[in-house]
């Protein structure tokens, strides 16, 4: 059974930073291509960025490139979303992704698990 479990997420203000994890149980992390998504009220999920399995290689959408940064700890089968420079905008259920082999890793419907989703309200 693989679990997936974000932390970190709360009230910030405008321009501020916030560290997400999420950790990966249940199976071997390092197999496991990640994603971050968030999604607003109203809205469809969005994709952020993605990490590759060994974490060489990533990629951001554009709206966050510059400000969000993915990164993973394979000893601790943990990874990151920091965020800076946080808009009100960034208000949303932010959520990390797995999946084993995926080819449009900016599609929300290619990964297989999820976690259950962190509150992040961006807000003066």
């Known amino acids: 059974q693989v679990q997936l479990v974000e932390s970190g997420g709360g009230l910030v203000q405008p321009g501020a930073s916030l560290r997400l994890s999420c950790v990966v149980s249940g199976r071997t992390f390092s197999t496991f291509v990640m994603g971050w998504f968030r999604q607003a009220p109203g809205k469809e999920r969005e994709f952020l960025g993605t990490i590759s399995r060994s974490g060489a290689d990533t990629y951001y959408t554009d709206s966050v490139k510059g400000r969000f940064t993915i990164s993973r700890d394979n000893a601790k089968n943990t990874v990151y979303l920091q965020m800076s420079s946080l808009k009100p905008e960034d208000t949303a259920v932010y959520y990390c992704?797995?999946?084993?082999?995926?080819?449009?890793?900016?599609?929300?419907?290619?990964?297989?698990?999820w976690g259950q989703g962190a509150q992040v309200t961006v807000s003066s």
């Open positions: 992704a797995a999946d084993h082999n995926i080819t449009r890793f900016d599609t929300a419907i290619e990964y297989d698990f």
